[in-house]
């Protein structure tokens, strides 16, 4: 749809926010590229980006119950607010960025915003004042869940497209209150890799590496996935394969070197935490609401 003989504009930033102002609102470059190939953007683009968008997305990129989105939407429980990440453009770094550069400022110029409302009311506030100052408390707790939700996974997320969408996504299933089939479906798999279901994935050793490496000397699919087969496994002079009598490397010593103490504080922190629940202030955007400024 591009108009010939133009130069295509940069790809848009692995990590989008859904904050109007900001350099990296979806809104924002979703509009300038409809735009630039002639097609009307409509009044409620920011509204169905954020609620409406995303379900669709899911559906786009599914076939034969294989759900792989390639954009995906981590928002407060009202969906007030939202980060939308790429991906192709995945590092281990890519939930830090989340938490410092997007998650962080925000919530830090809500809190302000709110204090400055808070100022300017005083103690005689009028119904409207207390009703904006209402609002934007239910704002800025929303945005301190999320930052404690991202803090809590981020030591622990480290993608690997060879797990397949749904398993990379699952230790996120906290972080997608806004769309309940879909955290459903994040949280069963997520269970099932607990349940040691999916040990064959690149997570599975990461997280719980004193379960899979054992595995690994019984399991040669297992060992290969792993690249431990030759620490485990030998091929004999008919040309089968099986298994050493004694490892080349102790499964201790494996295990020791695949094991990471911020993981496990990380795996600690996500098992343990309360259940999340839907916000129940079910917040809409407005007009006014849509007016605030990203940071």
Not at 131 to 148: C, H, M, P, T, Y
Not at 183 to 200: H, M, N, S, V
Not at 223 to 242: K, M, N, T
Not at 248 to 266: C, L, P
Request: aromatic content about 8%; hydrophobic content about 40%; charged content about 25%.
């Amino acid at each position: 749809m591009w108009p010939a003989g133009e130069e295509r504009p940069a790809p848009p930033p692995g990590i989008l926010v859904e904050d109007p102002g900001h350099p990296a609102d979806i809104t924002s470059h979703v509009a300038t590229g409809a735009e630039r190939v002639g097609v009307v953007v409509p009044e409620d683009l920011r509204r169905w980006l954020a609620r409406e968008f995303f379900p669709l997305h899911i559906k786009m990129y599914s076939k034969s119950r294989r759900k792989a989105p390639i954009y995906w939407q981590v928002a407060t429980p009202s969906a007030s607010y939202s980060v939308w990440l790429y991906i192709h453009a995945f590092t281990s770094d890519t939930m830090f960025r989340v938490q410092n550069e997007y998650v962080v400022p925000k919530l830090r110029h809500e809190e302000r915003r709110l204090e400055a409302l808070e100022q300017e009311a005083g103690e005689r506030a009028t119904a409207a004042q207390r009703k904006a100052i209402a609002e934007q408390e239910s704002f800025v707790s929303e945005l301190r869940g999320l930052l404690d939700e991202v803090k809590r996974v981020a030591p622990l997320w480290n993608p690997d497209l060879d797990d397949g969408v749904i398993i990379n996504f699952a230790p996120l299933w906290r972080l997608v209150p806004h769309h309940r089939q879909w955290q459903k479906e994040l949280k069963a798999t997520w269970d099932a890799l607990c349940a040691g279901r999916y040990d064959w994935a690149h997570l599975a050793m990461r997280v719980w590496p004193e379960r899979v490496v054992p595995k690994c000397a019984t399991d040669r699919s297992l060992a290969i996935a792993h690249e431990l087969e030759d620490v485990f496994w030998v091929q004999g002079l008919d040309g089968r394969w099986v298994a050493r009598p004694v490892p080349t490397r102790s499964i201790s010593e494996i295990v020791a070197e695949r094991t990471s103490d911020a993981v496990k504080a990380a795996l600690r922190s996500l098992v343990d935490a309360p259940t999340a629940t839907r916000s129940r202030v079910g917040r809409r955007r407005t007009a006014a609401g849509a007016s605030r400024g990203g940071r």
